[in-house]
């Protein structure tokens, strides 16, 4: 399965690396000794405490996903909008009457170990959900990403989609190579039609 965050963020980290073309290896000319750099850290020195980035390092504001908003659909019919504070999901969105979506289980940065969904890290990288549908008498449980949305059976007529994003910003350290982060999230709203 294709997911636009991962993929977006591996475009930035190749053109980082120094890769020109996106199916080009980065090709690392000096390999690095994970010993030697432990070696040379100080111990008790926090990395925050840097006055100055490395050398191939620059301090960029680093975003994360902060809202998602969805548009939920029985067929060909838009049933309403609800909106996800990836900081604090709430577990149910009362969309209209008895019609309503459940946020089962929440992925801030999904990945999958081969058995089940996990989260790599707490941060809002690549959110993912487990929602339970309600339209009347009708359920439908389903996976959702960033841009795609797997049912559990696809004869069911209940979605839903991405329909914006909203991002926020901290500020961070990350290799030097001219793609920045801005330029990532451009990419993925031009995917979702923001």
Not at 122 to 150: C, M, V, Y
Request: charged share 30%; glycine share 6%.
């Amino acid at each position: 399965m294709r997911l636009i965050p991962a993929f977006i963020l591996s475009l930035a980290v190749l053109a980082g690396c120094g890769a020109q073309d996106v199916n080009e290896a980065a090709v690392v000319e000096e390999p690095v000794d994970k010993v030697e750099v432990l070696a040379e850290d100080e111990i008790g020195k926090s990395s925050e405490s840097k006055e100055e980035p490395e050398e191939n390092e620059q301090t960029k504001q680093l975003y994360q996903f902060e809202t998602m908003t969805f548009e939920l659909m029985n067929g060909e019919t838009a049933r309403g909008q609800f909106q996800v504070n990836l900081l604090d999901p709430a577990e149910t969105y009362e969309i209209a009457e008895r019609v309503k979506a459940e946020l089962l289980e929440y992925f801030p940065d999904y990945d999958h170990d081969g058995e089940k969904p996990i989260s790599r890290s707490p941060s809002h990288w690549n959110p993912a959900f487990i929602f339970k549908l309600t339209d009347g008498n009708q359920q439908e449980l389903l996976f959702s990403t960033i841009d795609r949305t797997i049912k559990a059976e696809e004869s069911h007529t209940l979605n839903v989609a991405v329909v914006d994003v909203t991002t926020t910003t901290f500020e961070g350290t990350v290799p030097d190579g001219g793609s920045t982060f801005d330029e990532v999230f451009d990419r993925l709203r031009k995917a979702i039609g923001k």
